[in-house]
């Protein structure tokens, strides 16, 4: 985050002093330049014309985190003492507090087709991909949609990965 900040000077009728001309406040669609980097200056015009100085601040950029470190960071909003939760749960202390603080996005996990062994295709011609059947673990099936994709854990968990299987990487358009 930037440490630069700018500042208007708003009054209480909800208009801003114009930097530009100085010559009064205005509402924000007529002011010429309403903004300024001069604190000192800001300073000055609340005390020569009234009103009250306004700070713009950028907005920090969100955390990127996996699904684990949020499920930490929602639990830590609930909790009574958020920095000791988030510390005790994970060594990622300073990263999760930031997105505690920030807010934060959830990265995707990575998803892959699977392309079974050439001796499985029943046809020599039409390459068939794994399909994921939850209740008896993986089995291979043709045409398949959204199932037939997996993450890097059901990779290692079903052992797919190396040979005889090939993976593919599937980009967010395809999902």
């Not at 930037?2 to 009054?11: C, I, M, P, T």
């Not at 998803?111 to 499985?120: D, E, G, L, N, Q």
């Not at 209740?135 to 052992?159: H, M, S, V």
Request: hydrophobic share 30%; proline share 3%.
């Amino acid at each position: 985050m930037s440490e630069e900040k700018l500042y208007v000077v708003k009054n209480d009728d909800g208009k801003y002093w114009n930097f530009a001309d100085r010559d009064g406040f205005f509402e924000s669609d007529f002011a010429s330049c309403s903004a300024t980097d001069d604190e000192r200056y800001t300073k000055n015009v609340v005390r020569d014309h009234g009103g009250h100085v306004v700070t713009l601040v950028e907005e920090p950029k969100k955390v990127v985190l996996n699904r684990e470190q949020a499920k930490i960071v929602d639990a830590a909003h609930d909790d009574k003492f958020p920095a000791c939760y988030i510390s005790s749960k994970s060594d990622d202390e300073e990263l999760l507090m930031n997105a505690y603080v920030n807010g934060y996005t959830v990265k995707k996990d990575k998803k892959y087709r699977v392309i079974t062994p050439k001796s499985w295709w029943a046809s020599e011609n039409e390459p068939e991909y794994m399909h994921m059947n939850v209740p008896n673990g993986i089995e291979n099936y043709k045409g398949a949609d959204d199932d037939t994709l997996f993450t890097q854990k059901q990779l290692d968990l079903y052992e797919l990965n190396g040979a005889p299987f090939t993976k593919e990487e599937v980009t967010d358009d395809e999902q």
